[in-house]
């Protein structure tokens, strides 16, 4: 199984400010996928990063709030943009298995808006 | 795209009693059905997984079966511990790479 570090692991955000969230891997991998979990709520893919290229967005998300990097392999950032207090939730970067099937999850960041 | 349905949303059982936690989902391209269990604060870990090919799997306490012309999967626990309470969600992976959840079930497990 992968090892996924994840910072911060909780932050509070006075609105219309930015927060970006690192993820990094203990192994290369080819994606890299970000979720938001909002309280008691499932989880729902936000993007799909792939090294070299922009990043793929799921309908309801947008670049422009949520821009996303991957420089490498091993590492990719999310931003959550010009925050409001409806981006409360939890934020979850995730990577596959070797068999591109079983996800990993980082701890997550915890994001408080205020 | 994909839609997976959860149910029932809460589950409260009695130590030592089993619990079912049944997903449906709408793409037949779907091969990959995992398990998550998520307690309170924490990552979501997987617990077990089926792939389509396959119509039964078990691991201890834990199975999960697989209907595929039905389109639905079941999680199955036995012998039910309190360590057992947590938040289980379903998840479906269809002919892409997006991994599609469910709603999520709440479980508590009674002394």
């Known amino acids: 199984s992968a090892v996924i570090s994840q910072k911060p692991s909780r932050d509070i955000c006075q609105r219309g400010t930015s927060l970006t969230i690192q993820c990094q891997v203990d192994s290369q991998v080819t994606m890299m996928f970000w979720y938001r979990q909002q309280p008691g709520q499932s989880l729902t893919l936000i993007a799909t990063?792939?090294?070299?290229?922009?990043?793929?967005?799921e309908s309801g998300f947008v670049i422009d709030k949520f821009p996303i990097s991957r420089p490498n392999l091993t590492f990719s950032t999310l931003t959550v943009s010009n925050m409001s207090p409806e981006d409360s939730s939890i934020y979850l970067c995730?990577?596959?298995?070797?068999?591109?099937?079983?996800?990993?999850f980082g701890q997550g960041t915890r994001l408080t808006v205020v | 795209g994909e839609n997976v349905e959860q149910h029932p949303s809460t589950l409260s059982v009695q130590e030592g009693d089993s619990a079912v936690i049944k997903c449906t989902y709408s793409?037949?391209?779907?091969?990959?059905f995992p398990w998550y269990k998520q307690e309170l604060g924490k990552r979501p870990q997987l617990i077990i997984d089926?792939?389509?090919?396959?119509g039964e799997k078990k691991d201890q306490r834990i199975a999960v079966t697989l209907n595929k012309t039905a389109k639905h999967f079941s999680l199955h626990i036995t012998e039910t511990q309190p360590e057992d309470s947590a938040v289980y969600f379903c998840?479906?992976?269809?002919?892409?790479?997006?991994?599609?959840f469910g709603t999520g079930t709440q479980l508590k497990v009674e002394l």
């Open positions: 995730s990577v596959r298995g070797r068999m591109n099937t079983e996800a990993f």
């Open positions: 998840a479906a992976k269809g002919g892409g790479n997006k991994l599609t």
């Open positions: 990063a792939n090294q070299g290229s922009e990043a793929t967005y």
């Open positions: 089926i792939r389509s090919n396959v």
């Open positions: 793409d037949s391209a779907s091969n990959y």
